[in-house]
């Protein structure tokens, strides 16, 4: 089994915090998740997540206007530049402090970052193709202006369009206009008035006008000109920036949280601190639209390059949203839980993830695209444990509600619930494969409940365990359930059998998780002592064990008083998975690793590391003494005090708490691994963590595509490197200049059908495999379209259902996984092969009576030499066309059946 697993993507989480960004085409958004940035195509339907992260969460993002280079920025302030279409990371970089706005110039040759109070311009680095002097820069980082004037933090920065002022809002009250390098004539400007802090501030299409809106709901419009005399109209004063007109968007208590301004269109985008957002057409301040998209807070808000998208985040419920407020539609709208995941399940074709929380919801996630499919929200409390049957078209999900609830996936509904004759909460849950039978085990009860899904009665408890059961697993032919208590033991239930007595299997230390391996005959169970075991299930002997505490322990909190090497806490694993192969079992923990072990020698194969974000508890080995203070970790501590506002401060969490006592106890997440699964084919796992769904692949590599369209690919040199294969193929040398892959790739590039098919047609059947094999994956849509229609349209059946063959023979499991995308292609194979085999089949039936006709007349046997063909009687069909065994020592008529 191949156990290079990198990471693919992260799923379930799709907001936190920091700022949302469009690409300059608008198709894409780019969302912080976490020390993560994923990638939303709002054209295609996917999304994907960048590979490189950082050392703590995001707070700042942008592009390049050319969409080349991403700049990140976390907490600390310290940033990636990115190779954005290549997805690779280019330089690290450190601010020396906490950065809380970024913004790249028009021109794309500077970029603005407010470090605190203070106004820095860097230069952006150069790229290949945009250098000046034909080589790239050493150093990519170069401060070109270090600027301050504001009192408190810049909050956010507007460049004009040409690239020369830059307009900064700040909480001190103000906004300021700079200009990118010294103008004769002109002096930075302070722009005051504002009551409360300045959210943001922008230039007009005309860059005659400014509007700056604040905290508390204010817009001013600001004007350069003179100061005039009402009663004479002459000028009292020289031109200066004024207030023109004032605005106010009569919120009641909400504070003005985010704002946008699309200067070619005049739209206003404004998120409230109530869940309201509000559309305003200035500079007459008409309000198009006000409407709610959120239950708390919208933190972040933003429009594409066209001004018909606006998307929006809130923190606090992970929500993200795009709208196109010209039609009143939703283009995206996901959410991920809001409490952490409990567990997780693939579907059986691997296309689909299953995840469950706390917060009560079952999410259905695809793996392909990324996105939640749908959403249950049916169960009233924590879902702790979910399960497929009837391969992949029924879930099954247990809840602390006290329900297990049945899931229709087709339509997408809940058709059955099973409950206890006594109010129960349920952890575990078990189906049969068959789906005939559901089985529970509850914290509450130490027995274990039984239901039949088509009645929905309790067919029976299982009596047995001392504690409560804490994990289930029915084996693959449905006839063995396993189950692991808090008593220290291990039982193998008969569910169908006459007894229901089962003999414990003893261990040392509670059971947190069982699994069956795929073939039914061994049973693994993880402890709280840290030590796996497996049992044989025929004789119930132990196999073997694995002590997995050294190998699972790590990360230290930061108010631990020990080292992650002494801390009990994460020591064991809580869940435990066999791989599609039965050789190597998955197992996670309360802890920063998942372990991969092989069965057979209980050895450790690979240990991954499912987050490095020093934003959540337990990622570190060692903590630093500076960050500990005579009044705990300075992390718990809130250092801001009186300086951040009052509204931050109150925890409206528990009910009651509108007043009182404005101070937060602060907690930290701790990351943690719930629950872990593999794929189907074998050929990824996902694992439910503090940081979300995150998937782990072998097939990561990114799509490649060696040959570009230039000058050199014309329908003559397309047909020399044919020829030239042709002469490679007949002498039988190995020219790898000039092959028939080479040559039937850059009859794609050109896309000439004429020439696509003689390219095809000359190719010969035995290099068929090896061509197929070494086709690039970007172009086998391409591939698969064209066999089948060149199935449809031409006599070369064999040559065709050669090609097919290898197509699905090679690059089966790529086709399997992307079924959704290749759907056309896949439906016109299926014809092209379907009208095929009607046509063999007219054909036979119609052949298989003349050869019964020509079969069925006798033969007249003479003696000849056995070499020789037999004769037919004269005025019968030739000898050629049909054939007898005939008795050469007896000159009798013989009758062929």
Same mark, same amino acid.
Not at 521 to 527: I, L, M, W
């Given at each position: 089994m191949? %156990?290079?697993?990198?990471?693919s993507?992260?799923l379930?989480?799709?907001y936190? =915090?920091?700022?949302?960004?469009?690409?300059?085409?608008?198709?894409?958004?780019?969302?912080?998740?976490?020390n993560?940035?994923?990638?939303?195509?709002?054209?295609?339907n996917?999304?994907?997540?960048?590979?490189?992260?950082?050392?703590?969460n995001i707070?700042?993002?942008?592009?390049?206007?050319?969409?080349?280079?991403?700049? %990140?920025?976390?907490? %600390?302030?310290?940033?990636?530049?990115?190779? !954005?279409?290549?997805?690779?990371?280019?330089?690290?970089?450190?601010?020396?402090?906490?950065?809380?706005?970024?913004?790249f110039?028009?021109?794309?040759?500077?970029?603005?970052?407010g470090?605190?109070?203070?106004?820095?311009?860097?230069?952006t680095?150069?790229? @290949?193709?945009t250098?000046?002097?034909?080589?790239?820069?050493?150093a990519?980082?170069?401060?070109h202006r270090?600027?301050?004037?504001?009192?408190?933090?810049?909050?956010?920065?507007?460049?004009?369009?040409?690239?020369?002022?830059?307009?900064?809002?700040?909480?001190?009250?103000?906004?300021?206009?700079?200009?990118?390098?010294?103008?004769?004539?002109?002096? @930075?400007?302070?722009?005051?008035?504002?009551? /409360?802090?300045?959210?943001?501030?922008?230039?007009?299409a005309?860059?005659?006008?400014?509007?700056?809106?604040? /905290?508390?709901?204010?817009?001013?419009?600001?004007?350069f000109?003179?100061?005039m005399?009402?009663?004479?109209?002459?000028?009292?004063?020289?031109?200066?920036?004024?207030?023109?007109?004032?605005?106010? !968007?009569?919120?009641?208590?909400? =504070?003005?949280?985010?704002?946008?301004?699309?200067?070619?269109?005049?739209?206003?985008?404004?998120?409230?601190?109530?869940?309201?957002?509000?559309?305003?057409?200035?500079?007459?301040?008409?309000?198009?639209?006000?409407?709610?998209?959120?239950?708390?807070?919208?933190?972040?808000?933003?429009?594409?390059?066209?001004?018909?998208?606006?998307?929006f985040?809130?923190?606090?419920?992970?929500?993200?949203?795009?709208?196109?407020?010209?039609?009143?539609?939703?283009?995206?709208?996901?959410?991920?839980?809001?409490?952490?995941?409990?567990?997780?399940?693939?579907? @059986?074709?691997?296309?689909?993830? $299953?995840?469950?929380?706390?917060?009560?919801?079952?999410?259905?996630?695809?793996?392909?695209?990324?996105?939640?499919?749908?959403?249950?929200?049916?169960?009233t409390?924590?879902?702790?444990?979910?399960?497929?049957?009837?391969?992949?078209?029924?879930?099954?999900?247990?809840?602390?509600?006290?329900?297990?609830?049945?899931w229709?996936?087709?339509r997408y509904?809940?058709?059955?619930?099973?409950?206890?004759?006594?109010?129960?909460? #349920?952890?575990s849950?078990?189906?049969?494969p068959?789906?005939?039978?559901?089985?529970?085990?509850?914290?509450?009860? #130490?027995?274990?409940?039984?239901?039949?899904?088509?009645?929905?009665?309790?067919?029976?408890?299982?009596?047995?365990?001392?504690?409560?059961?804490?994990?289930?697993?029915f084996?693959?032919?449905?006839?063995?359930?396993?189950?692991?208590?808090?008593?220290?033991?291990?039982?193998?239930w008969?569910?169908?059998g006459?007894?229901?007595?089962?003999?414990?299997? /003893?261990?040392?230390?509670?059971?947190?998780?069982?699994?069956?391996?795929p073939?039914g005959?061994?049973?693994?169970?993880?402890?709280?002592?840290?030590?796996?075991?497996f049992?044989?299930?025929?004789?119930? $002997?132990?196999?073997?064990? $694995?002590?997995?505490?050294?190998?699972?322990?790590?990360?230290?909190?930061?108010? +631990?008083?020990?080292?992650?090497?002494?801390?009990?806490?994460?020591?064991?694993?809580?869940?435990?998975?066999?791989?599609?192969?039965?050789?190597?079992?998955?197992?996670?923990?309360?802890?920063?690793?998942?372990?991969?072990?092989?069965?057979?020698?209980?050895?450790?194969?690979?240990?991954? %590391?499912?987050?490095?974000?020093?934003?959540? *508890?337990?990622?570190?080995?060692?903590?630093n003494?500076?960050d500990?203070?005579?009044?705990?970790?300075?992390?718990?501590?809130?250092e801001?005090?009186?300086?951040?506002?009052?509204?931050?401060?109150?925890?409206?969490?528990?009910?009651?708490?509108?007043?009182? *006592?404005?101070?937060?106890?602060?907690?930290?997440?701790?990351?943690?691994?719930?629950?872990?699964?593999?794929?189907?084919?074998?050929?990824?796992?996902?694992?439910?963590?503090?940081?979300?769904?995150?998937?782990?692949?072998?097939?990561?590599?990114?799509?490649?595509?060696? !040959?570009?369209?230039?000058?050199?690919?014309?329908?003559?040199?397309?047909?020399?490197?044919? *020829?030239?294969?042709?002469q490679?193929?007949?002498?039988?040398?190995?020219?790898?200049?000039?092959?028939?892959?080479?040559?039937?790739?850059?009859?794609?590039?050109?896309?000439?059908?004429?020439?696509?098919?003689?390219?095809?047609?000359?190719?010969?059947?035995s290099?068929?495999?090896?061509?197929?094999?070494?086709?690039?994956?970007?172009y086998l849509?391409?591939?698969?379209?064209?066999?089948?229609?060149?199935?449809?349209e031409?006599?070369?059946?064999e040559?065709?259902?050669?090609?097919?063959?290898?197509?699905?023979?090679?690059?089966?499991?790529?086709?399997?996984?992307?079924?959704?995308?290749?759907a056309?292609?896949?439906?016109?194979?299926?014809?092209?092969?379907?009208?095929?085999?009607?046509?063999?089949?007219?054909?036979?039936?119609?052949?298989?009576? +003349?050869?019964?006709?020509?079969l069925?007349? @006798?033969?007249?046997?003479?003696?000849?030499?056995?070499?020789?063909?037999?004769?037919?009687?004269?005025? *019968?069909v030739?000898?050629? +066309?049909?054939?007898?065994?005939?008795?050469?020592?007896?000159?009798?008529?013989?009758?062929?059946?």
């Open positions: 191949k %156990t290079d697993f990198k990471f993507n992260l379930g989480t799709v936190r =915090k920091g700022n949302l960004l469009f690409t300059p085409d608008g198709t894409c958004l780019l969302s912080p998740v976490g993560r940035v994923t990638v939303f195509d709002l054209v295609h996917t999304s994907y997540t960048l590979p490189f992260s950082h050392r703590t707070d700042h993002l942008d592009l390049s206007p050319k969409g080349n280079l991403l700049l %990140t920025v976390d907490e %600390t302030g310290r940033a990636i530049l990115t190779n !954005f279409h290549r997805r690779i990371a280019i330089h690290h970089f450190s601010f020396k402090s906490r950065v809380t706005a970024l913004k110039s028009p021109s794309g040759r500077h970029f603005a970052v470090v605190g109070r203070r106004l820095q311009i860097w230069q680095p150069s790229t @290949p193709g250098e000046t002097n034909g080589e790239i820069e050493f990519p980082f170069v401060l270090d600027l301050a004037a504001h009192f408190d933090v810049v909050r956010n920065i507007e460049w004009s369009s040409d690239s020369r002022f830059m307009l900064t809002a700040s909480r001190d009250l103000t906004a300021r206009v700079w200009s990118l390098d010294p103008e004769d004539g002109f002096e @930075p400007t302070t722009l005051a008035g504002h009551r /409360q802090g300045v959210v943001a501030a922008y230039f007009d005309k860059q005659e006008a400014i509007y700056t809106v604040s /905290q508390d709901g204010a817009l001013f419009r600001w004007e000109a003179a100061k005399d009402p009663e004479t109209e002459e000028e009292i004063a020289e031109a200066q920036w004024r207030i023109v007109r004032k605005d106010f !968007f009569m919120q009641n208590d909400a =504070k003005v949280n985010c704002a946008a301004f699309h200067a070619p269109t005049s739209l206003l985008v404004v998120g409230f601190s109530n869940g309201l957002f509000g559309l305003y057409d200035l500079p007459e301040f008409n309000t198009i639209n006000l409407l709610s998209v959120s239950q708390s807070n919208i933190d972040v808000v933003t429009i594409n390059k066209t001004g018909e998208w606006l998307a985040g809130s923190s606090k419920h992970g929500q993200l949203l795009v709208w196109e407020w010209q039609s009143e539609s939703y283009i995206l709208k996901q959410q991920g839980h809001l409490d952490s995941m409990n567990s997780l399940v693939y579907s @059986p074709d691997g296309q689909k993830i $299953v995840t469950t929380a706390d917060d009560g919801k079952v999410k259905v996630w695809d793996v392909k695209s990324g996105f939640c499919v749908v959403t249950f929200t049916e169960h409390s924590g879902v702790t444990a979910c399960q497929f049957a009837k391969k992949g078209s029924v879930l099954f999900t247990a809840s602390l509600d006290g329900s297990i609830r049945a229709d996936l087709i509904r809940n058709f059955r619930t099973f409950t206890a004759p006594s109010r129960l909460s #349920f952890s849950l078990a189906v049969d068959s789906g005939e039978v559901v089985c529970a085990g509850s914290p509450d009860s #130490f027995d274990i409940h039984v239901w039949s899904v088509q009645t929905g009665q309790l067919l029976d408890q299982l009596s047995g365990h001392e504690g409560p059961v804490s994990s289930l697993s084996a693959a032919d449905g006839n063995h359930l396993v189950s692991g208590s808090w008593d220290r033991t291990v039982r193998i008969s569910i169908f006459r007894t229901q007595t089962s003999e414990p299997l /003893q261990l040392m230390s509670d059971v947190l998780s069982v699994a069956f391996r073939d005959e061994q049973v693994a169970a993880s402890t709280l002592d840290g030590q796996l075991s049992w044989l299930v025929s004789d119930a $002997v132990q196999q073997g064990g $694995v002590d997995g505490r050294r190998d699972v322990s790590g990360g230290r909190k930061i108010s +631990d008083r020990r080292t992650a090497a002494n801390a009990a806490g994460t020591k064991s694993f809580n869940r435990i998975t066999y791989s599609a192969d039965g050789s190597c079992i998955l197992a996670g923990g309360n802890s920063k690793y998942i372990c991969l072990y092989d069965v057979t020698t209980g050895s450790l194969i690979k240990k991954y %590391t499912v987050s490095m974000n020093l934003s959540l *508890d337990g990622t570190q080995e060692f903590l003494s500076r500990l203070t005579e009044a705990g970790p300075r992390a718990l501590i809130d801001t005090g009186e300086a951040s506002d009052k509204e931050d401060r109150i925890d409206r969490n528990l009910p009651g708490a509108k007043r009182g *006592d404005a101070g937060v106890r602060t907690t930290r997440p701790e990351v943690r691994v719930m629950s872990v699964d593999f794929a189907p084919t074998g050929r990824a796992f996902c694992a439910a963590s503090t940081e979300g769904l995150l998937i782990y692949s072998l097939d990561t590599e990114f799509v490649f595509d060696p !040959f570009d369209l230039d000058i050199t690919i014309t329908p003559s040199t397309i047909l020399a490197t044919l *020829d030239a294969a042709k490679a193929h007949k002498t039988g040398t190995n020219d790898e200049e000039n092959t028939f892959l080479k040559a039937l790739i850059m009859a794609f590039r050109l896309n000439e059908s004429k020439l696509l098919r003689a390219v095809y047609e000359a190719i010969p059947p290099d068929i495999p090896h061509v197929v094999r070494a086709v690039p994956t970007v849509p391409r591939l698969l379209r064209f066999v089948a229609h060149a199935a449809d031409t006599p070369h059946l040559f065709n259902l050669m090609w097919i063959e290898s197509l699905f023979s090679c690059h089966g499991r790529y086709f399997k996984e992307n079924s959704g995308t290749f056309p292609e896949l439906r016109a194979v299926q014809r092209a092969v379907d009208e095929i085999r009607e046509n063999l089949k007219r054909l036979t039936e119609k052949n298989l009576y +003349d050869l019964n006709y020509l069925s007349k @006798p033969v007249l046997t003479e003696k000849k030499p056995a070499t020789t063909l037999l004769a037919v009687e004269a005025g *019968d030739e000898g050629d +066309d049909e054939m007898a065994d005939a008795n050469d020592d007896e000159g009798e008529w013989i009758g062929l059946e």
